[in-house]
């Protein structure tokens, strides 16, 4: 996680492709992926099934995480919880249960598709305790110290420059606060023409 | 993590979340590995 891969891409470049593959996983979830999607990854991470029981179907199908927040740590009634990435919605909702009526989460998705699809299984699952709003990973709409747990699942391998990706999140979260986060780990070295293959990045 | 001012970072659990694929990519040429991890703000 400390090494820093130097790409011959553009963030901008790497948006649009991030943004068109997921767009694809929120309207085809059963594409066929560089990824495994929906109840059979929630599965493989090891998701206690109790937790997403009662979440849409269509918000479980475009799951497409690479790890589980939830297994790291505990997420405790009342508190404030920032889903960066947040996709189709399914750890936001299944945050929403555990934060409860006096906690708040707010998901962060930059792809139109995936923010209508968590804001479709919120209305459908009544929580108001739950928002999806427009915003990229290393930049995000909020003030500092607003936050007692970061999430995020598989999104921190889509950023360019992670460390500075994560002092953004070290800056919304409270002093003590706690990050729980999926994301994927390279145990070998990488060739230069795949660090600039952006379907490798992407997927 | 520790570089963003993180500490007690640790990665919890590795998963081989990209065995079977219905789209093999090089990812698994390279060890690619799901984990979870966690680390905290300082107080």
Request: charged fraction near 25%.
């Amino acid at each position: 996680m400390t090494h820093q891969p130097v790409p011959r891409i553009s963030l901008e470049e790497l948006r649009v492709e991030i943004k068109k593959e997921y767009t694809n996983v929120a309207l085809d979830p059963n594409k066929g992926y560089h990824f495994h999607t929906g109840r059979r990854l929630a599965n493989l991470l090891g998701y206690d099934e109790s937790l997403y029981a009662d979440l849409p179907e269509s918000n479980i199908a475009s799951f497409a995480g690479t790890g589980n927040p939830f297994s790291v740590g505990p997420i405790n009634e009342g508190e404030t919880v920032v889903d960066v990435g947040s996709g189709a919605g399914f750890d936001s909702l299944i945050a929403s249960r555990l934060v409860g009526e006096s906690g708040h989460v707010v998901g962060f998705d930059m792809t139109e598709e995936m923010l209508k699809k968590a804001r479709a299984g919120a209305k459908a699952m009544g929580a108001a305790n739950v928002e999806f709003r427009e915003g990229f990973a290393e930049s995000l709409p909020l003030p500092d110290n607003f936050a007692d747990v970061v999430i995020s699942n598989g999104v921190l391998n889509l950023t360019l420059d992670k460390t500075e990706t994560l002092r953004e999140w070290f800056r919304i979260l409270k002093p003590g606060g706690r990050l729980q986060v999926g994301d994927i780990l390279v145990e070998r070295e990488v060739p230069s023409d795949a660090l600039d293959d952006i379907s490798l990045w992407t997927g | 993590m520790s570089a963003a001012g993180f500490e007690d970072g640790k990665i919890v659990h590795k998963y081989n979340n990209y065995e079977g694929v219905p789209d093999p990519s090089d990812a698994l040429e390279f060890g690619t590995q799901g984990i979870s991890f966690r680390a905290r703000k300082p107080m």
